[in-house]
């Protein structure tokens, strides 16, 4: 239980980059998602997408994510486009980097997202980027070292699926329990009561 604790909070209340808010209060959806695709995506691309919303929508507490009707409806864009498209949507940080993310939230609720996965990388390395940042994008935003195994391992990792710990950071997260502005102390508190 502890392990699980310290994992969570490794990857969900923490930020590699932050330019407002304090990224140690637990941050997550609390809307559905719709999101919007453009650029070229191969039907693996695709594939990987709807599997791993498909899980998404299992989750008990997950306000659900599908793609948008309506352009003027969605609240995630997801780019497949080249390097230097992705730094126009993300910004400088990102130069150098198969995919990337950024979010928007008040009081720790994420209202809209940006995701980009460079489009002229192998399938085999887009499958993992794919999955690493919708994960990232969700809420758990902080890459760590704590599991190679882990789709947001911080070193080179091209993982094809999410850990089953992987799985229990999204389960936990979107907990109906799970408040957006938790502290550590409270999430840690609310997992040991989940995990007795």
């Known amino acids: 239980m502890e392990d699980v604790i310290r994992w969570f909070s490794e990857v ?20 559905p998602i719709r999101y919007s695709i453009d650029g070229t995506p191969t039907d693996q691309d695709l594939q990987v997408l709807e599997r791993f919303c498909g899980f998404l929508n299992t989750i008990e507490g997950f306000p ?8 003027w409806d969605t609240n995630l864009w997801i780019h497949f486009c080249t ?13 150098g980097m198969d995919g990337g993310v950024t979010f928007w939230y008040t009081d720790n609720e994420i209202y809209d997202a940006t995701i980009c996965y460079r489009s002229d990388i192998d399938q085999y390395v887009r ?11 969700l809420g758990p935003i902080q890459d760590t070292d704590l599991r190679s195994d882990s789709i947001c391992y911080s070193g080179y990792s091209t ?7 992987d799985e229990l950071i999204l389960k936990l997260l979107y907990h109906p329990e799970m408040r957006c502005g938790m502290t550590y ?8 009561v989940l995990y007795y």
Request: charged share 25%; net charge negative; aromatic share 8%.
């Open 12 to 31: 969900a209340l923490d930020a590699e980059f932050s330019d407002s808010g304090d990224p140690s209060l637990l941050q997550k959806w609390t809307g």
């Open 185 to 192: 102390d409270e999430c840690a508190d609310l997992i040991r």
């Open 64 to 71: 659900g994510i599908a793609p948008a009707e309506e352009t």
């Open 127 to 137: 499958n993992s980027v794919i999955l690493e940042e919708i994960f990232n994008g």
């Open 159 to 165: 993982p094809q699926e999410l850990t089953a710990v």
């Open 83 to 95: 390097q230097e498209q992705m730094v126009n949507y993300l910004g400088d940080n990102f130069y």
